[in-house]
């Protein structure tokens, strides 16, 4: 089955700073590459995805990025905000069935004022 | 608000308590899901429902036994807990899970069995 590493599990930054998460997975199969992001007390919410067919996608302060020859994908998160502190997921598609998704362990997100 | 709301926020059982956990999706989805999340651990599919039929079962216990009497509720019926069992429960729904789409979750209930 699909198996999703997930680093740093902690990441404090200033704010203004860059933050960036990686994730590797083992199914060369998989398409389908998500980030969720949740906050205390809610569940989690995609906040951008990314499919096998692109490098690279970008929105607003985010991107995530994408080698499926090497297995990882990243998420990078610029010009960071306090209200960016939560706890990140990656994830990917078990096989090609995009609604199944193995999660990586998440990241807790910290950006200092 | 994602449309996804989840009954109880919070629920204390006892091993030998039945309890049910609720989900109501308002998006006009045809999938649900159940999830369950433990500290530090990654999100643990159990439960995957479309179209209101059960696709997926991820050798989930049988004291966890989920119901979809419509595409817009989801329950969980718990009985004979586990310590062990105490988690968040996530429920999540989407356009449907045949042609992939992005999954909303609701806020969680989160289960602490004595």
């Known amino acids: 089955g699909e198996n999703v590493e997930q680093h740093p599990s902690t990441l404090s930054v200033q704010e203004g700073d860059s933050a960036v998460i990686k994730c590797t997975y083992s199914d060369s199969a998989s398409n389908y590459f998500p980030w969720y992001k949740q906050e205390l007390g809610k569940g989690p919410q995609l906040i951008i995805d990314?499919?096998?067919?692109?490098g690279e996608k970008k929105d607003q302060r985010i991107a995530v990025t994408l080698n499926k020859t090497a297995k990882h994908f990243s998420l990078h998160i610029t010009e960071t905000q306090p209200e960016d502190s939560a706890v990140y997921f990656c994830a990917a598609s078990i096989g090609s069935n995009d609604y199944k998704l193995s999660f990586g362990a998440g990241t807790t997100v910290t950006v200092r004022a | 608000e994602t449309g996804v709301t989840q009954t109880p926020r919070h629920l204390v059982m006892g091993m030998t308590n039945k309890k049910s956990l609720k989900c109501e999706q308002h998006?006009?989805?045809?999938?649900m899901y159940w999830y369950k999340q433990s500290a530090k651990k990654p999100l643990e599919l159990m439960f995957v429902?479309?179209?209101?039929?059960?696709?997926e079962n991820n050798s989930v216990p049988s004291r966890f036994s989920p119901e979809c009497p419509n595409s817009s509720h989801l329950f969980l019926h718990l009985h004979t807990l586990q310590p062990e069992d105490s988690a968040l429960y996530l429920c999540a729904s989407s356009q449907d899970a045949i042609a992939g789409s992005e999954q909303f979750f609701g806020p969680g209930t989160r289960l602490t069995v004595l």
């Open positions: 998006l006009g989805h045809n999938a």
């Open positions: 990314i499919r096998s067919n692109v």
């Open positions: 429902y479309n179209f209101k039929e059960q696709t």
